[in-house]
Each structure stands twice: as structure tokens, then as C-alpha cells.
């Protein structure tokens, strides 16, 4: 068919030497060296740089004006997926319950209380919605109310650049007190006494560096914790029973975590346990003693140990809850008189239930998919714990569980106003083998009536990064395309925690091509088993995804009729050299240091997309980005769309869509947000339905 001409982007060769290794990148020139102000100002954006990015949105809007009609129909069916006025299960706390709500129309939500069992009574803590009037983006991170109950923070980023402004109101007089305080990250907490806040300054280049202390009620902050090390993460918290603060310190190998006792908040904080590498833990207090779940020793899926020291280092361990490989304890949650530990088993979550006394039961379900997560609470003195239950084909139901009893109370389905029949679906796991004998397990999600002849139109989803599992979910949006007889696929691929930490670890550094071969055998198990054919494929992924996409259009151009590749990270040579981005030393440990370790230099440089953009038959590609995102920034889509324009053989569009107002998350509310879904599959129908893999 014939389309628009593209843009053509300037090449300005910029020669690399590092490692005693040569590299030539013709389109450096898109990286604002005011990138920095560019997060915090979008209007400080380089004149050349923004009229190339809104010359690529010109064109893709161009090329798929076609589909707006369609775009347009998704939109609306996702949107009346969705109870415009829905609520959360209020969550009780001392006399009141807290929980937040939707107005119709709104795409922010309304946080408010109301006395504790009652209907009546509703206080409005923080209405997002209307702070976002006249705001282009307006996103709320963190926001909590005191133990007191006498004041609530929130923490807001008005750019997408996730540099928050906490600010703190007096719930009695609805008044602010204290100046705001700015460059936080979006997590903090109150001392369980309510007189302190304890929150985290990102530096200039959007990392977080230091925890300070300030009065709840407004005066001077004083440092608390500074950390040195440029690639650790950190966050703060308070233990289950309230009795100390938490600082968390930590990267995707290596973790610490720093004490302040709640009941003297102002004391300086002590180590639990000092930093080693390659050594996780996290702990809370359990009334008389820690609990902590760590892979010391050899515990790749984690073990809960215990101790009874004030301080819990290493020596005070004992082991409790022994390693088990293949059982991944993903985390815990504890109670005056229980413990609740969450395992996943194959890719399917449990929750186990231990008593003061030992004794244990698990909660688990018997569809073929599914996942299972706690819900936080507030209390400590309970025995109820919230869980959350759901499936490809079964709505989110929130589930009050009696700890001692073991009594499930429903409290709540999630409404589908449209309709929504479940048994008109299928979900199913599949496995498919990769070249090393390793089975990748495949969730699908189809109508009943879809023919396993390779006939249906497939879109198989892959994220396979930093060990996060791609859980099998309830998705309002996916039934777009399922309703139109496509299979949505979900590849559970190295990388990711879904068969456990060692599943993470067997796709992470040296062995990150593990994450795009497996994808490929699982597109191939597809087309094996008729599920899908060869080229009625789109594949997709975000982020690190989106990295993903990138090495798989490499690899097998030939089996996908559409990419989509969401906020990618494709520049990934680039980006781990430059010691100035916010995610670079904290992300060496997943990736390499490629400067300083040539192998790395040598392993990156083989994968990275952008690097290994040749002369191809590129299938139709979509990349999407935000201009300000701090995780990927915006020039690696667009230096990946220009190289790949002028590589590709073929003759598919391949196209950039960079939202000029949001970051790494897209836009922020609600229903804006579905439009950009709404564009990606509505891009993957049209290319499919084109063809171009033919």
C-alpha cells in the first residue's frame, strides 16, 4: 500500500572510543544535553529536537488515520469496562475506614474516610481529580494518612519526570502545613508517633540519594541517611507492629536495611545486617522477634529466618521457613498472632498461613491460571488479612480472610458494566521448550469457539526483566482483541520470577539472550501446536519489554506481522556508559558494566537493538515513548526508529509516537491512558490485516 513519506532524520556521526572499542552513533545529536531541565520543564526541550518529534507524531497520525475509527470503538469499549464511580474495599484503622472512589467522569480518584462500619460520615482527604484541573499530566505517588489520624500527605509529579512534591494538610482545619517539600521521590512515611515525616531527595540527575526527617506539621529537615554508592535504590517504611522505622537500601542483587527505633524517632539509624553482594534480605518485627526472608547461603528461592536480637545481623539468624527450589517466596506479611508468606510454584501463586504456634495451611485455587496477591492493611492486632484473586478470565475479587477461622468473606467482585461472561473464554498454560531444555510456560486467553488452526491473529505479550513476574491476570482491555477473535498470549520468560529467583537469574547478565530466544520458542511453540501462524504474530512489550521487542525484531523479523514496543529500552550501550542517567549504575548489576568490563562491553554491544539494527525485513514496528521519562528516555525510541528506517529492506512502516506531556507510564489518568492503549492495538490489527509479513 502506499503511505506518506516518513521523516528523514539528520545523521551526525559522533564517533565512541571506549574499552578500546569503536562505535559510531549518527543519531546522538536527539539527546538534549539539558535533558536534566527537559524532566523538569518540558518546554526546555532543544528547538531541532522537538520539531523531529513532532514531525514523527505528525506521520504516525498520518499513517494510522485509518484506524481511528477503531481506535476510537476501543476506546469506548475499555472505557465501559470500567464502573466509572468504582470504590475500594474500605480498609479499617482504629475508628476510621479508609478508602478512595471515582466521581463519573473523572479520571483521578477522591481518597476519603468515614467512621469505621459506618456508611455515612464521609471526610474528603484529597480530591486528585480536581488538583489536576488545567494540568496537562498530574500523577499522586505516595499519599497516607498519620497514625493519629490528624494529617495526610501525598506526594504529586506534574511532569512525569517523578520528581514529587510532598505536601502535608491538617485534616481538623483542611489546611497545609509547612511549605511543600520538593525534588522527593514519590514514597515517604510518618513516624508512628505522627510527629515526623520521613521522605527521600532525588539529586539533579533523578536519583535517589538521601532520606531526611522533617517535623509532620512543618519545620527544618534534617539528613538522616545519605547513601554513596550511585547504584542503589532507596526507600522507607515502618515495621508491621510499628515498633521502628525502616530504611531500605538496595539494587536488583544486593540489599540493606538501616533501624530507626519508632520509639525514639530521632535517633540516628544502625544496620541490621552490612551489604554484601549477590545477598537479598528484607525483615520486619514480629512482636518479640524479626523475620527475615533472604538468599544467603544459597537460598536462590529465598527462606524466612528468624531472631530475637535488637539488632537482627547475620549471626542472630536462624533459619525458620526452609529453602525450597522451585518455591519462591515472593514476600510476607505479619500479624500480632499470624504470618502470612506468599510463594509462587510454576508460575502460580499460594498464600501459606503460619500461627504463632507453628501451625501452617495454605490458600490457594484450582483454576489452571490465575494470581494471588496480598492486599496491606493498616492493623496489626487482627486476624483478618485482604487478598486479591483473579484469572485471564475471572474479574479481581477481594476476599476478607480469617487467619484463625480460615472463613473467605467476599467483599467485593469487580464490575464490569459492559457485561462480561466468563465462560464464553478460555484460559490455558502451555509449555514451550527452549533450545536448553528449559520449559517456558505460555498463558492464552481466547473465546471457546477460537479455531486452533493457525488462522487466529495472535498477540504474544513478554516482559522477561529485573524479576518480575508476568502474573496471569484479569485485563479489561486484552478482551478488545480477544472479543475479535485474537488469542492473547502471555510468554512467562527468563528474566522474570515466574518459575522462581533462579528463573530471574537464568536471564539477567551473561545470560540475558536466554529472555529473547525463549520468546522466539514460545512465538514458534505457537505456530507448533496451530495456536498461531508464522507472521500473524504481534509481538509486545514495554521498558525493558520494549528492550525485548528490539532483540526479537532482530533475531526473527520473518515470524512477527507487527511490533509494538512501548517506552523501549533498545539504546542499551548507550545508556549503560552514560554514568549521568538516573538508572545506569543502579541497573549494572542486571545488565554489565560495560565501562569498565570489556565482556560486558562485548555481550551488551551483541544484543543491544539499537546497536544491531541491520539490513533486515523489518515487520511494522510502533515505539512509543514520553518525553519525560527519567527510566527511558525519549531519545532511545526515536535513535531507534531513524536507524531503523534507514536499515530495514522492506517496505513496513515503522513509527514513533512520543507523548510531549508524560513520562514512562503514559498518561496519567485513568481513561487518557486507554487511548494510547487503544492505539496499540488498533495499530496491530491494521498491520496485521495489511500484511506486510507476506
Not at 474500605?90 to 476510621?96: A, K, L, M, N, V
Not at 537482627?312 to 525450597?324: E, L, M, T
Request: aromatic letters at 10%; one cysteine or more; hydrophobic letters at 40%.
Amino acid at each position: 500500500m502506499s503511505l506518506p513519506e516518513p521523516p528523514v532524520a539528520a545523521k551526525a556521526p559522533h564517533r565512541i572510543e571506549q574499552l578500546g572499542r569503536v562505535r559510531m552513533d549518527d543519531y546522538a545529536w536527539m539527546k538534549d544535553d539539558n535533558w536534566q531541565q527537559v524532566l523538569r520543564d518540558p518546554k526546555a526541550l532543544r528547538a531541532d529536537v522537538r520539531q523531529h518529534l513532532e514531525a514523527e507524531n505528525a506521520y504516525t497520525k498520518s499513517v494510522l488515520a485509518g484506524t481511528e475509527a477503531l481506535q476510537a470503538t476501543m476506546f469506548a469499549e475499555m472505557k465501559g469496562r470500567i464502573k466509572e464511580d468504582d470504590s475500594s474495599v474500605p480498609t479499617p484503622d482504629g475508628p476510621w475506614d479508609y478508602y478512595s472512589r471515582y466521581a463519573i467522569g473523572a479520571e483521578h480518584p477522591i481518597h476519603a474516610r468515614r467512621p469505621r462500619g459506618r456508611e455515612d460520615g464521609e471526610e474528603i482527604l484529597l480530591d486528585e481529580d480536581a488538583l489536576s484541573k488545567g494540568k496537562a499530566y498530574f500523577h499522586v505517588g505516595g499519599a497516607s494518612h498519620s497514625p493519629d489520624h490528624a494529617l495526610y500527605g501525598w506526594a504529586a509529579d506534574e511532569q512525569g519526570s517523578e520528581y514529587y512534591q510532598i505536601r502535608v494538610k491538617d485534616l481538623a482545619t483542611g489546611r497545609e502545613v509547612g511549605p511543600p517539600i520538593e525534588s522527593a521521590y514519590g514514597d515517604f512515611c510518618f513516624s508512628p508517633d505522627s510527629a515526623w515525616i520521613f521522605w527521600i531527595w532525588r539529586d539533579e540527575n533523578a536519583r535517589p540519594a538521601k532520606v531526611f526527617r522533617r517535623p509532620a506539621r512543618g519545620g527544618d529537615d534534617v539528613l538522616v541517611y545519605e547513601e554513596a554508592d550511585d547504584g542503589m535504590f532507596l526507600g522507607v517504611g515502618v515495621a508491621a507492629d510499628d515498633s521502628h522505622i525502616l530504611i531500605h537500601v538496595g539494587n536488583q542483587e544486593t540489599t540493606e536495611i538501616w533501624l530507626i527505633p519508632a520509639a525514639d524517632p530521632t535517633a540516628a539509624p544502625v544496620v541490621a545486617e552490612p551489604r554484601r553482594v549477590g545477598v537479598k534480605y528484607g525483615l520486619d518485627h514480629w512482636t518479640d522477634r524479626w523475620v527475615i526472608r533472604t538468599n544467603d547461603d544459597g537460598a536462590v528461592d529465598f527462606k524466612l529466618c528468624v531472631s530475637e536480637a535488637a539488632v537482627p545481623a547475620k549471626a542472630s539468624w536462624r533459619d525458620w521457613i526452609a529453602h525450597r527450589p522451585g518455591h519462591y517466596i515472593t514476600g510476607f506479611a505479619a500479624y500480632a498472632g499470624h504470618l502470612v508468606r506468599a510463594e509462587r510454584v510454576d508460575a502460580l501463586d499460594r498464600l501459606v498461613v503460619t500461627a504463632r504456634d507453628g501451625a501452617e495451611h495454605v490458600v490457594a485455587f484450582d483454576e489452571e491460571a490465575y494470581a494471588l496477591n496480598l492486599e496491606g492493611g493498616y492493623e496489626y492486632e487482627t486476624t483478618l488479612s485482604r487478598f486479591v484473586y483473579q484469572s485471564p478470565t475471572t474479574p479481581r475479587q477481594w476476599f476478607d480472610y480469617d487467619l484463625a477461622s480460615r472463613e473467605r468473606t467476599l467483599r467485593k467482585t469487580q464490575e464490569v458494566p459492559s457485561g462480561h461472561d466468563p465462560s464464553r473464554y478460555v484460559a490455558r498454560r502451555l509449555y514451550a521448550r527452549a533450545a536448553d531444555g528449559a520449559e517456558v510456560p505460555i498463558t492464552l486467553l481466547m473465546l471457546k469457539d477460537t479455531p486452533q488452526d493457525g488462522s487466529a491473529p495472535v498477540l504474544l505479550y513478554g516482559y522477561g526483566s529485573y524479576g518480575h513476574a508476568m502474573e496471569p491476570s484479569f485485563s479489561i482491555r486484552n478482551l478488545s482483541l480477544v472479543d475479535r477473535g485474537w488469542i492473547w498470549a502471555t510468554a512467562h520468560i527468563r528474566g522474570g520470577s515466574d518459575k522462581g529467583w533462579g528463573w530471574f537469574l537464568d536471564g539477567r547478565k551473561e545470560k540475558k539472550p536466554n529472555t529473547f530466544t525463549d520468546f522466539i520458542a514460545c512465538a514458534e511453540h505457537l505456530v507448533g501446536e496451530r495456536y498461531a501462524a508464522k507472521g500473524r504474530i504481534a509481538a509486545y512489550g514495554g521498558s525493558a519489554g520494549g528492550m525485548l521487542m528490539g532483540a526479537v525484531a532482530n533475531l526473527r523479523p520473518d515470524l512477527w506481522g507487527a511490533i509494538i514496543a512501548a517506552v523501549p529500552f533498545v539504546d542499551v550501550l548507550n545508556t549503560m556508559s552514560d554514568t549521568t542517567l538516573p538508572l545506569t549504575p543502579p541497573e549494572w548489576p542486571e545488565w554489565g558494566n560495560p565501562i569498565e568490563d570489556p565482556a560486558a562491553y562485548d555481550l551488551i554491544a551483541s544484543y543491544s537493538p539499537y546497536d544491531q539494527v541491520g539490513a533486515r525485513a523489518y515487520p511494522p514496528i510502533l515505539a512509543t515513548g514520553g518525553l519525560s521519562d527519567p527510566r527511558v528516555t525519549y531519545w532511545e525510541p526515536a535513535k531507534w526508529v531513524a536507524k531503523l528506517r534507514e536499515s530495514t529492506t522492506g517496505d513496513a512502516p515503522i513509527l514513533l509516537k512520543i507523548n510531549m506531556e508524560a513520562g514512562h507510564g503514559g498518561a496519567s489518568g485513568r481513561f487518557d491512558f486507554l487511548k494510547e492503549i487503544a492505539l496499540d492495538y488498533a495499530f496491530a490489527v491494521w498491520a496485521l490485516e495489511k500484511g506486510w509479513a507476506k
